[in-house]
């Protein structure tokens, strides 16, 4: 077994990293029905019948002054919260063969803190679609 450092997980939103990432959280949640039926004799039963996922991003605000074509600034954020849409993500290692979970996810919030003595922040929170996580690996 080998550890794998926080660095070496990332998220892509639209196919580009989160330009000026710092941390995050991926979370993936079983939806869980509870039902009791008179011949289990009143005790409850519970099946999985479905799972949810959202996750965040913490970053420091960059803006692309380089022409990175792989990278989201501060623009692209704004514009991808303010599309309202769905948009593709990919979480997952950075080198090939590395295990990629994939799916659609909405922006549920966005946030950006400055003050007078740090880089500016951002937040990002996410919540996926019901068409679940496709399970992968880094190809390139």
């Known amino acids: 077994m080998t550890k794998i450092k926080g660095y070496d997980l990332r998220f892509k939103l639209g196919g580009k990293k989160c330009a000026g990432a710092t941390s995050g959280s991926f979370k993936i949640t079983p939806e869980v029905k ?81 003050d007078s003595e740090n880089y500016a922040t951002y937040t990002l929170s996410c919540t996926g679609e019901d068409s679940g996580l496709t399970t992968g690996s880094v190809t390139e």
């Open 34 to 114: 509870e039902s009791k039926i008179k011949d289990d004799k009143g005790k409850t039963s519970r099946e999985v019948v479905g799972y949810g996922n959202s996750f965040s991003i913490n970053g420091t605000v960059m803006l692309n002054e380089d022409g990175d074509s792989e990278s989201m600034d501060l623009k692209d954020l704004r514009a991808a919260v303010k599309l309202g849409a769905p948009i593709p993500f990919v979480y997952g290692g950075v080198n090939v063969g590395d295990a990629t979970e994939s799916g659609t996810m909405i922006i549920t919030d966005y946030s950006e803190d400055t």
